[in-house]
């Protein structure tokens, strides 16, 4: 019986997950979306190099044949490295990446924030509307913020 074999690796230009032209975006998407990818990538990001064992302990529970087929991945997308003493890092790329991830993060924590001040809302009977401009607005009892009660 021979063992399973891993997806291949998203490439640009190539059919993946959600795109059968393989946009750039998409390939990257693909990558991204893989289990453990993006929390392999997060391990990795103070800069200093994490050898496998240690990756794997501060990942949780990925398991080591997952663990393997994400940072041959993420080699592969030239994304992560091996150091010659042994460990992996982030290249130059990977480090790019992550800090063109930070402007989804900033809209990530917006979102959540947004989502809690909805959640207070629905617990105190006050329903929050958000403009057009992204403000929030709150109608305590019908009557909106700056009007008088009809």
Same mark, same amino acid.
């Given at each position: 019986m021979t063992p399973p074999t891993s997806k291949p690796s998203p490439r640009p230009g190539q059919?993946? /997950?959600?795109?059968r032209t393989g946009r750039p975006v998409m390939a990257l998407l693909d990558l991204l979306g /893989?289990?453990?990818?993006? /929390?392999?990538?997060?391990?990795?990001r103070d800069g200093d190099p994490l050898t496998f064992r240690e990756l794997q302990s501060r990942s949780g529970d990925i398991s080591s044949s997952v663990l393997n087929d994400r940072l041959r991945e993420l080699r592969e997308a030239s994304i992560v490295a091996?150091?010659?003493?042994?460990?992996?890092?982030?290249?130059?790329?990977?480090r790019d990446?992550? &800090?063109?991830?930070m402007p989804l *993060?900033?809209? &990530?924590?917006?979102? &959540? *924030?947004?989502? #809690?001040? #909805?959640?207070? &809302?629905e617990e105190?009977?006050?329903? #929050?509307?958000?403009d057009i401009d992204g *403000?929030?607005? /709150?109608?305590?009892?019908?009557?909106?913020?700056?009007?008088?009660?009809g």
């Amino acid at each position: 019986m021979t063992p399973p074999t891993s997806k291949p690796s998203p490439r640009p230009g190539q059919p993946v /997950r959600g795109s059968r032209t393989g946009r750039p975006v998409m390939a990257l998407l693909d990558l991204l979306g /893989r289990r453990w990818a993006l /929390r392999v990538l997060w391990e990795l990001r103070d800069g200093d190099p994490l050898t496998f064992r240690e990756l794997q302990s501060r990942s949780g529970d990925i398991s080591s044949s997952v663990l393997n087929d994400r940072l041959r991945e993420l080699r592969e997308a030239s994304i992560v490295a091996t150091q010659s003493g042994g460990g992996y890092h982030l290249t130059n790329e990977g480090r790019d990446l992550l &800090a063109s991830l930070m402007p989804l *993060d900033t809209w &990530a924590q917006r979102w &959540a *924030d947004r989502a #809690a001040e #909805a959640g207070e &809302a629905e617990e105190t009977g006050e329903q #929050a509307h958000i403009d057009i401009d992204g *403000d929030i607005d /709150r109608d305590i009892g019908g009557v909106s913020p700056g009007t008088t009660p009809g």
